[in-house]
């Protein structure tokens, strides 16, 4: 079936600006992971899903990200008042199930902050 | 919470010869070992993985090898090719409780013709 998709693919936006970034998981996946990668930098992990719940939402590093479920199918992440510093490839990973199981990635939401 | 360190950041081969890419780990309890190649401007591709109860997995020219008593696991790729030219990420998953993937800074692999 078809893989994870996101969209946009790229977003450029003015500082101070809100944005919305969405995440379609493989269907049938019941966990969904939001990453974020600096240009040439390892992933950073920002927000879990199980289902609809947020076990761990950790790696938000302010209070300006969010992140929604609907059920176990799209995700939205929303940053607020946005800054330079928020420019990256936003990344979503679905998994069948959580714990230890394979995570599948989408191609990322290129975000860059003006 | 667990750190995952990755070496080295950049490799560069001989077509034909084998790379190796190392990480270390620190959480003992992690039980989950993925490792993600990452052509330029694509999303990462998961190319193996290893859980903590096997010592080494091989899916033709690529292997991975696990310590757990040392806290680290190896990427082993032989007979490179140009196409095997990309970052290569590894990761650590806690079980239940903590899903997240801690991953490492990645190593540039070049392979030279």
């Known amino acids: 079936g078809a893989g994870v998709s996101q969209s946009p693919s790229n977003k450029v936006t003015e500082k101070g600006k809100d944005v919305e970034l969405r995440c379609d998981p493989i269907?049938?996946?019941?966990?969904l992971y939001w990453y974020r990668q600096r240009l040439g930098q390892g992933l950073e992990f920002l927000i879990y899903?199980?289902?609809?719940?947020?076990?761990?939402k950790s790696g938000l590093p302010s209070d300006r990200f969010s992140a929604e479920r609907t059920g176990e199918s799209v995700s939205t992440l929303t940053i607020q008042r946005t800054q330079q510093e928020d420019s990256a490839v936003y990344l979503c990973?679905?998994?069948?199930?959580?714990?230890?199981?394979?995570?599948?990635f989408g191609p990322g939401t290129r975000l860059t902050v003006l | 919470g667990e750190n995952v360190e990755q070496h080295p950041s950049t490799l560069s081969v001989q077509e034909g010869d084998s790379a190796v890419i190392k990480c270390t780990y620190s959480?003992?309890?992690?039980?989950?070992f993925p490792w993600y190649k990452q052509e330029l401007g694509k999303r990462p591709q998961l190319i193996i993985d290893?859980?903590?109860?096997?010592g080494e997995k091989k899916d033709q020219r690529i292997a991975v090898t696990l310590n757990k008593t040392a806290k680290h696991f190896s990427l082993h790729i032989t007979e490179t090719q140009p196409e095997d030219s990309a970052v290569y990420f590894c990761?650590?998953?806690?079980?239940?409780?903590?899903?997240?993937?801690?991953f490492g800074q990645g190593t540039r692999l070049t392979i030279n013709p």
């Open positions: 290893i859980r903590s109860n096997v």
């Open positions: 990973a679905s998994s069948r199930t959580s714990g230890g199981e394979r995570q599948y």
């Open positions: 899903f199980q289902g609809n719940s947020a076990p761990d």
């Open positions: 990761a650590a998953s806690l079980p239940q409780g903590a899903q997240k993937l801690v």
């Open positions: 959480d003992s309890a992690s039980n989950y």
């Open positions: 269907s049938g996946h019941t966990a």
